[in-house]
């Protein structure tokens, strides 16, 4: 969660032909978006822009502050820093900012203290100030020999930051004294310049479809506020579908489908959607790939080993694809569900197939290849069984089967950087190394293929049953002691 400060004081105020109550709307929609609900108004007495149809009851927390001049708005700044335990952003009233560009900002910035910066001549003519940037931090602010930068308004800090801030804050209301006008965030990123405090930047042009301008002060239906409010809606529009396709992809699924697939597969997909393929299709397409490494399988050769096992990859790549693509262009239907669950159980059944066809012709009767096969098939349809009654008994009644609602709130990227990356240097934490440890044992579906694909390729079939059934009879006896376990957990509490 962030708490955010909207100063609309100064020229934010809006230049005549405005209405700064709307400026004050649009942007605090837009930080609903982004999930910052607390919102914070601060105002001039008697201007309209603190009341409460600004902050109006049930949107959210927040409060309407009203504020004589800005060293008020520094002390009220001050104040809410001080009481902070989440981070705070700090924007204009009158700031035009793309809903990517204020996610990123609000939820993906790592610095304790960040600024939004924008190229020279961008930001437009209300309350920007003039700034230089190196190596990814501001080092000069307002009068700047060598602009390279222009400081929107927009700046964050974290809850770890609040009491230094508050300082800042105190020190320079002193300084300005009563009575005088004047950008509260531009003179908090000076101080913290002058200090000496590392002030990170978070460029608005290397952010995809990055619009961050302020509109205070443009001639009303001018070409310069057209042009950027033609750029906010490709912006909000790309933002909007990357956030439809990254909620597509499944959050919870295994270590090889999220790390070996889907890190790439969104990309498919949105390339199959835009040539109207249909996920019927995909699944199709995805069985054909599977009876072909069948057959190059039941060769019993090192080459038609080899082939079986990279098409057996392909095959599962596009069953990964297809669901995600039934998600992201709404094509969910009960036919496509109930096509993929018998095709992606058959596919695997056939291979299995194909594996004891070739260990026969491999070793001119097979051996034991045979027994091995039929052994594996009734373990995994002894799984399939108990998945799917165990996942009736615990399903809400009320929430459908293949339709769940989709989140969009989850990012792809993001949900890959929190399951690998917990730590600042990067290395795997203890806990989510876990989570994937414990994810993997289960076998699911992609552990499968990785674990068919390697050993026929790398030895034969016999290694591939003898595989398959050790780590699947492990897995089946551990999920089932974690899953009474659990059932008995919840009928004594």
Request: proline residues 6%; contains cysteine; glycine residues 10%.
């Amino acid at each position: 969660m962030t708490v955010a400060v909207i100063l609309a004081t100064g020229r934010a105020l809006g230049a005549p032909g405005t209405d700064p109550p709307a400026h004050l709307a649009r942007l605090r929609d837009r930080l609903a978006t982004v999930n910052v609900p607390d919102v914070h108004v601060i105002g001039r007495p008697g201007a309209g822009v603190a009341s409460g149809a600004v902050v109006a009851p049930g949107a959210g927390a927040g409060s309407a502050i009203v504020s004589p001049d800005v060293a008020g708005d520094l002390r009220r700044i001050a104040q809410l820093a001080r009481r902070a335990d989440v981070p705070v952003v700090i924007l204009p009233a009158d700031l035009l900012v793309s809903a990517g560009l204020l996610d990123r900002f609000v939820n993906g910035t790592a610095a304790p203290l960040a600024a939004v910066t924008v190229p020279p001549g961008e930001a437009g003519p209300s309350g920007t100030a003039s700034a230089r940037v190196r190596r990814g931090r501001v080092v000069q602010v307002g009068l700047v020999p060598k602009v390279n930068a222009a400081f929107p308004g927009v700046l964050r800090f974290d809850a770890s930051e609040g009491h230094a801030i508050a300082e800042l804050a105190e020190s320079l209301a002193d300084l300005a004294g009563p009575g005088t006008e004047g950008d509260a965030a531009g003179l908090l990123l000076a101080g913290l310049v002058r200090l000496g405090r590392p002030v990170a930047v978070h460029p608005a042009r290397a952010a995809k479809g990055g619009v961050c301008r302020r509109v205070a002060g443009d001639e009303p239906g001018g070409a310069a506020l057209r042009e950027a409010r033609v750029a906010l809606e490709a912006a909000d529009a790309g933002y909007e579908d990357d956030r439809r396709l990254a909620a597509a992809v499944k959050a919870d699924d295994g270590f090889f489908s999220t790390f070996a697939v889907s890190s790439y597969s969104p990309r498919l997909v949105r390339w199959l959607a835009g040539r109207q393929v249909t996920p019927t299709t995909v699944t199709v397409v995805s069985s054909v790939f599977a009876l072909l490494a069948a057959l190059w399988f039941s060769a019993g050769t090192r080459p038609g080993m080899v082939t079986g096992a990279l098409l057996l990859y392909l095959a599962f790549v596009l069953d990964v694809v297809d669901g995600q693509l039934a998600r992201y262009t709404g094509r969910c239907t009960e036919f496509g569900a109930r096509l993929g669950l018998i095709c992606g159980q058959g596919k695997e059944y056939v291979v299995y197939l194909g594996l004891a066809f070739g260990s026969a012709a491999a070793t001119g009767g097979g051996g034991d290849a045979w027994a091995l096969a039929v052994a594996v098939l009734i373990l995994q349809a002894v799984r399939h069984v108990t998945d799917a009654s165990y996942e009736a008994r615990t399903r809400p009644p009320h929430v459908p089967l293949q339709r769940t609602p989709v989140n969009l709130e989850r990012a792809l990227m993001a949900n890959l950087e929190r399951a690998l990356i917990a730590k600042p240097d990067g290395r795997l934490s203890r806990s989510r190394a876990l989570y994937w440890a414990r994810k993997a044992w289960a076998l699911p579906v992609g552990e499968r293929v990785a674990l068919i694909a390697v050993t026929a390729a790398l030895f034969d079939a016999r290694a591939t049953f003898l595989a398959l059934l050790t780590w699947g009879v492990i897995a089946t006896v551990t999920t089932l002691a974690g899953r009474i376990r659990r059932v008995s957990a919840s009928r004594t509490a």
